[in-house]
Every structure is written in C-alpha cells, then in structure tokens.
C-alpha cells in the first residue's frame, strides 16, 4: 500500500522539501516504508529501489539525519530527507536543496526544573513559565523538537548543549521558527535555519528543520 496515498503531504515554504504526515493509518507502516514511498513519489522512481542509509558517514553511528544512497537528483547530487516517529504518527520529509531534519515529540507534563535547564535557553524557560500548564507542555514539545530536528539536519556534531541555544517561541512565531542566539560552533549558518512546525494529531509536536 502506497504510504503517502494515506497521508497529508506538505510543502515547506519555498524550500523546494516536502513533509508527510501519516497518523492513524489503516496499516502500520514502518518509518522506512514512509520515507520511501515519499522519495519515489517525488523522484519517479519505485519504492523498492529507493537505498537508505542510516549510519553516520563520519563515525558509523546510527543518528543525525538519513543518507539517501538512491536515487540521486537529476545533478547527480544526493536528496536531503530524515524521518520520525512518536506513537502512531510518522513525519518525512525530503527535498533537494537544503540540509533537514525531522523530529516529533510527545508533549507531556512538566518534566521539572533540572530538565528544562539541560533542555532550554534561559529566554525559553522565562517564556515558559508564562504559559498555563496545557499551553506550555506543548510549547516545550514543540521547542525541543525543532532542536532535536536541527541536529539531525546537521549531522555529525559536537555541539551537546542545547540549552545554550535559543529559539524563537512557537505561540509567537506562527510556527515559522528561528535561532535567536546562537553558539560558536554553528559559526554563521544558523542565520538560515527555518523550523517548519507541522500539525499532528494527539499530544505531540513535530517540526522540521530546514538548514537554508
């Protein structure tokens, strides 16, 4: 069965990258399954000969974001494409232009102080706190998912603290987010990153993040 026949296909601004979202299906299907059947759909290939990879080119560890082996784009250059899961939703995205990331994050109750500390920004945590506890788990959510998106668009990293960066809010950015204060190691690039939130049923978030 066609994986993107059952879900809702999304363009990602003028970034040239598609998203799926698939939840609830009639079928499961496997993250896998989804990514290739978005990829055949926008490269006209079959499914079946679409080759991911998931270990990582630099140390062979299985994160960041997944390498498309096949096909190529119609240069010869490899697609950009990446794909989560949380529950029964599935989120891919793919393009060829651009470096992303996808993640989906279940929003839950507060985690407490010493989590969000590790997790946040000092400026995200303030715009926390001013949301009711509903509001704000799925803020949370929605924050931590773009940042889990955005080191799967970059890949091999030894940028480990996410709390040193800062994003824009979610209840404030209609959902077009971007890095507000940024770290030396992502020297001037952030400038370009734009986080595409996307809807999904249930308690959860997800968002991809496109490296412009």
Do not use: N, Q
Not at 48 to 55: F, K, W, Y
Not at 89 to 104: D, E, N, Q, S
Not at 118 to 134: K, M, S, V, Y
């Amino acid at each position: 069965m066609d994986a993107t026949a059952e879900g809702e296909l999304i363009e990602l601004g003028d970034t040239g990258a598609r998203a799926l979202v698939l939840a609830g299906a009639r079928r499961p299907h496997g993250v896998d399954l989804v990514l290739r059947g978005l990829l055949a759909r926008a490269a006209s290939v079959p499914a079946d000969d679409v080759d991911l990879v998931h270990a990582c080119a630099e140390c062979g560890s299985r994160h960041g974001r997944v390498t498309v082996a096949y096909p190529l784009t119609a240069t010869g250059a490899p697609w950009f494409a990446d794909v989560a899961t949380d529950g029964d939703t599935i989120v891919a995205a793919a393009g060829t232009r651009h470096p992303l990331g996808v993640a989906v994050e279940a929003a839950a109750a507060d985690p407490g102080d010493r989590i969000d500390e590790a997790a946040f920004h000092p400026f995200e945590r303030a715009a926390l706190a001013e949301l009711d506890a509903e509001r704000g788990a799925f803020v949370r959510a929605t924050l931590w998912a773009r940042k889990t998106a955005l080191l799967r668009a970059i890949g091999h990293t030894d940028f480990i603290e996410p709390s040193r960066l800062a994003l824009s809010t979610p209840v404030a950015d209609g959902g077009l987010g971007r890095i507000e204060r940024s770290v030396p190691e992502f020297g001037s690039f952030w400038r370009r990153v734009v986080f595409h939130d996307l809807p999904v049923r249930g308690p959860r978030a997800a968002s991809v993040a496109v490296i412009g």
